[in-house]
């Protein structure tokens, strides 16, 4: 994955609660949570050993952490682990699996380096991986369960021809779902006795004020009204804006219309608004700095030293641009602002799977002995359940987790709490109680919803539950129909055709969108050549192998 993506992971996963959330409830549970059938390996006389290729976070020591010694005596196995840090954890995959010594599983964390749809297949019809299918079958009911009561993830995990060559992060992020947020300062609103905006035109009004009418009162001309930054986590400014016109996805440009896929970029409406966003641009209002910086320089303005000078910043979370630790003094200046409505009365947001990406995060290759896949599939099993999911993923329970108390409120509306995570001591050590982000298996909506949170939501402890109320202002602002290009599987004869056609045309967009902002390009002259330029690229043929895939996963 990229590595903005893993900058946004560790993000989240210091600022919320679940993102190692754990699994939904099914009948296949004992009430402990304890996975019914899945056996207990530890009977055997002798461990199994198991060779796994794993990527380690900061803070684990995978060898010595007590989820890896609680999993080894509850399976039987005695893991011989091939560990690599984050840092060219791909490329070291890639040589181990070229240079035929491969080990007996992967082990991976899906926002690091999980296997591709394309890898899985490459691998899967090339037999180092083994088809899963017969080992769910025999000795997993906990993934049967799942995949029965979302077959959207079964269709995620099952390539062409059939075979489950792999298992996913199957991860329900709620907010991450609606990454494209924007954040405002209400604190400036009510100095300026102005009301929160409900459309482009009262949006650019907002920022004009923001600029020109010293909100934070020092006398200078130094407010930023809106900033981004460039990674992938909802920080682009244009996806936000360009909702209140078009639907944009904020990857690949993709509308869905009566079943046909089409590209937005190609669209009147993509035209009106770049006129839109050249607007505030030409006005000032935009930083410039949004197009070409990351977030740590985002976050530089946001908690700029000598006075707050930041209107309005776009991200999945505010923590990317301000601090919310305990003690911090802008944090709950900055609260989300719902979709804004277009003159034409469109009023979109992105929305994707929420952390549920294509790929493969667990395989088993043809090194591995019997007894080996047996006791592997049981462990992942084991992931399936609340309690497997907990332990792996957040600590075991009793260091980093316990049972809620009297007065507990849990994350979702009217859900009923089910874990209380234990908070860090300042100066506290690492625990090592848990896998993180590899531990990552199955964390539907509904078993993230059971976590208590704290109902002050400018609280650190209350953050999550901060950006889910965020995320409802967000809900329902999807089109009716979305191209769901996260889970669909594209024929392995295009796949590598599909991927270049898809780098050239996101590059060709993501240049002209900018070229046209800044005025470099003109809106009214060069529009037919770059509308050319798509055509040339074959954006055609892109929407076409889309179209095949598409049509094959709905059958």
Not at 251 to 270: F, H, Q
Request: charged letters at 25%.
């Amino acid at each position: 994955m990229k590595k903005s993506l893993l900058a946004l992971l560790m993000l989240v996963t210091v600022f919320t609660l679940v993102i190692s959330g754990c699994a939904g409830k099914n009948n296949t549970e004992s009430p402990s949570g304890t996975a019914a059938g899945s056996g207990n390996a530890a009977d055997a006389s002798k461990p199994v050993e198991v060779s796994v290729f794993a990527v380690q976070e900061s803070g684990i020591d995978i060898p010595t952490n007590k989820f890896t010694a609680f999993v080894q005596d509850k399976f039987g196995i005695k893991f011989n682990w091939q560990i690599n840090p984050s840092d060219g954890a791909k490329e070291k995959r890639q040589i181990s699996l070229a240079s035929g010594d491969y080990p007996d599983a992967y082990l991976l964390t899906a926002y690091i380096d999980e296997f591709s749809q394309g890898d899985v297949l490459k691998y899967g019809q090339q037999g180092v991986l083994v088809p899963l299918n017969d080992l769910i079958d025999k000795y997993a009911p906990n993934i049967k369960a799942a995949m029965e009561k979302h077959p959207e993830m079964k269709t995620l995990n099952t390539a062409p021809d059939g075979n489950i060559y792999g298992l996913g992060a199957y991860a329900e992020c709620f907010h991450c779902s609606y990454p494209n947020k924007m954040w405002i300062n209400t604190e400036w609103l009510k100095k300026l006795n102005l009301k929160e905006p409900k459309t482009t035109e009262e949006f650019k009004q907002m920022l004009e004020a923001f600029k020109t009418k010293d909100p934070n009162g020092n006398g200078k001309a130094d407010e930023v009204p809106l900033s981004g930054s460039t990674e992938d986590f909802g920080v682009r400014i244009i996806p936000y804006l360009m909702n209140s016109f078009v639907y944009d996805d904020d990857r690949n440009y993709l509308n869905m219309t009566d079943g046909k896929v089409e590209s937005a970029a190609i669209k009147p409406e993509w035209k009106e608004g770049l006129t839109y966003i050249k607007s505030l641009y030409d006005a000032g209002l935009i930083d410039p700095g949004a197009f070409t910086q990351n977030a740590e320089a985002f976050k530089k303005i946001g908690e700029n030293a000598d006075a707050e000078i930041l209107g309005a910043g776009a991200g999945m979370h505010p923590a990317i641009f301000i601090n919310i630790d305990p003690g911090n003094t802008r944090s709950a200046h900055y609260n989300p602002l719902a979709p804004l409505t277009g003159p034409k009365g469109i009023s979109y947001t992105t929305h994707d799977a929420g952390g549920v990406s294509p790929g493969a995060k667990f395989v088993i290759t043809n090194k591995a002995s019997e007894e080996a896949k047996v006791a592997l599939i049981k462990m992942v099993d084991y992931m399936f359940t609340p309690e497997g999911q907990t332990n792996a993923a957040s600590g075991m329970k009793g260091i980093d987790w316990t049972d809620p108390a009297e007065g507990d409120v849990a994350l979702g509306k009217d859900v009923k709490p089910v874990i209380k995570q234990i908070p860090m001591a300042e100066g506290e050590a690492p625990r090592n109680a848990g896998w993180s982000g590899m531990g990552h298996f199955y964390m539907p909506k509904e078993y993230r919803d059971t976590f208590v949170q704290a109902t002050d939501i400018y609280a650190s402890n209350g953050y999550e539950r901060r950006l889910y109320n965020a995320s409802l202002l967000y809900q329902g602002h999807e089109p009716k129909e979305l191209f769901p290009i996260w889970s669909i599987w594209i024929d392995p004869a295009e796949i590598d055709e599909a991927s270049m056609l898809q780098t050239n045309l996101r590059n060709y967009i993501e240049q002209n969108e900018l070229q046209f902002i800044t005025g470099n390009k003109d809106l009214n002259k060069d529009w037919d050549a770059y509308v050319q330029g798509l055509k040339d690229l074959k954006l055609d043929r892109y929407l076409e192998i889309l179209q095949k895939a598409y049509d094959a996963s709905v059958k």
